[in-house]
């Protein structure tokens, strides 16, 4: 069967068997009904892009540093059986700000770690992939480290974990590998709606 199209707007079927001509006439009302039934159809989609798996933290079980740094070789990571932050204990990533707000349990387990003043590593996994590691680094330290670094004693009932290169600050010519606008860790907080930009 051929369709061909007239100007008129009558569609011709044209059946090569038979060679008869039948003529369809499509009419203003059921383009109107075809245009309203699409655009009234639900969209069940959020996000367009293909963002998978989920963001989490863990501490680590063992690792080892780089050149006597605070640098992390990151093919030395091993990390813990379990998160310490799961994603849904992130609540959003600002990505302007780097700053994570997470639930009010995962800031006690925070809280609750015993903190050295030369820092407590910790790996963030996105998609079941390593993406950056950090340690969590107390204010209180008199030590210094040029690496990604948390805060954790900034938690006063904000439940925000402020992710920053170096402490006290990075020092100018150090170069610190910075990850934590990492697009697989955006994809995954921005699929989710966790995502403030």
């Known amino acids: 069967m051929l369709l061909c199209t007239q100007p008129s707007g009558e569609f011709l079927y044209l059946y090569p068997e038979t060679q008869d001509l039948v003529s369809m006439r499509i009419t203003p009302l059921i383009w109107i009904t075809c245009t309203v039934l699409l655009l009234s159809l639900p969209s069940c989609v959020k996000y367009s892009g293909d963002a998978k798996g989920e963001v989490e933290l863990y501490l680590l079980e063992s690792y080892e540093n780089l050149d006597q740094s605070c640098a992390i070789d990151e093919a030395s990571v091993e990390i813990r059986k379990h998160p310490l932050i799961r994603y849904s204990d992130f609540i959003s990533y600002n990505s302007e700000k780097h700053i994570f707000t997470i639930s009010d349990e995962a800031a006690e387990a925070v809280k609750d770690l015993e903190h050295s003043v030369h820092g407590l590593p910790f790996a963030v996994i996105a998609n079941e992939e390593l993406v950056y590691t950090g340690y969590f680094w107390p204010s209180f330290s008199s030590a210094m480290c040029q690496w990604i670094v948390i805060d954790p004693p ?43 930009e």
Do not use: T
């Open 154 to 196: 900034m938690i006063f009932g904000d439940n925000e974990l402020r992710v920053e290169l170096g402490y006290p600050g990075q020092i100018e010519g150090v170069e610190i590998p910075d990850e934590r606008n990492n697009e697989v860790i955006l994809d995954i907080f921005r699929r989710d709606n966790k995502l403030i």
